[in-house]
C-alpha cells in the first residue's frame, strides 16, 4: 500500500492501518529518539510518545509528499523539548555506534572485523566530539540517508543552509577522524 493510501486510512481510524503505519516508522521513530536520548528505554519511551502524538492528531497530518520530513521533525522537537527539560545532551555513544554501517564484509577474518570494529570506534569518537548542528547533519545525511530537501523540510531551513552544514560537517568529521587516528584527541563540543 502507498504512503498515502495508508495516511487516509489511518486518518479514517482503520486500525490495521495504524499497526502497518507504526511498523513501517517505527525503526526511524527510534532511530531518532535514540539518538537524542542516548539511552534505549528513554528512546523507546519517546518514540512511543511519538506515536501517541500522532495518533492524537492524525486528522492534521500533512500530506504523503511532505510526511517524511514532517515526521522527522516532530520525532526531533518531541526529543529536544525532552532534552531541554532535561537538560542533557545527546547524543550517547552506544546508540549511535549501532546505527553506524558494518564495515566488515560477509566472512571477513577475525583480524580485519577487529580492524572494522576499530575504524567504527574512531568514527564514533570523532561524531560524538562533534557539536550539535553536525551531529544532527550527520544523523540525517550519512545514518538516516535523507536528501537535502528532505533534511530542510524536516530543520525548517533553506537547502542551502543543510548543503552548506553537511559540507562543513563532514569536513569537521574527517579532520577529527584524522587526528584521532594520528594518535591524538579530539574533545566533546557543544
Known amino acids: 500500500m502507498d504512503l498515502a ?13 495504524w499497526e502497518a503505519f507504526v511498523r513501517q516508522f517505527q525503526g526511524r521513530v527510534y532511530s531518532i ?10 528512546a523507546r519511551d519517546l518514540a512511543q510518545d511519538v506515536f501517541i502524538r500522532l495518533y492524537e492528531t492524525k486528522g492534521r497530518w500533512v500530506e504523503a509528499e511532505v510526511f517524511v520530513p514532517w515526521l522527522i521533525r516532530v520525532s526531533r522537537n518531541l526529543c ?3 532534552l531541554r527539560r532535561k537538560k542533557a545532551r545527546p547524543p550517547a555513544e552506544d546508540v549511535l555506534a549501532d546505527e553506524m554501517v558494518d564495515l566488515a564484509a560477509t566472512g571477513a577474518t577475525p583480524e580485519s572485523e577487529l580492524a572494522a570494529s576499530r575504524d567504527r570506534h574512531v568514527v564514533w569518537r570523532a561524531v560524538r566530539s562533534l557539536g550539535r ?3 544532527e547533519m ?19 531551513v533553506p537547502v542551502g543552509t543543510v548543503k552548506s552544514r553537511s559540507n562543513r560537517a563532514r569536513l569537521e568529521l574527517a579532520e577529527r577522524v584524522l587526528a584521532l587516528e594520528r594518535g591524538g584527541t579530539v574533545g566533546p563540543e557543544a
Not at 140 to 155: N, V
Open 33 to 42: 529518539t535514540s539518538t537524542y536520548t542516548g539511552h534505549p528505554e528513554e
Open 80 to 82: 529536544l523539548d525532552h
Open 5 to 17: 493510501t495508508l495516511l487516509d486510512r489511518c486518518r479514517q481510524g482503520d486500525d490495521l492501518a
Open 138 to 156: 550527520i544523523l540525517l545525511k550519512e545514518i538516516q540517508g535523507l536528501t537535502f530537501q528532505e533534511i530542510a523540510a524536516s530543520l525548517g
Open 133 to 135: 548542528l553536525s551531529r
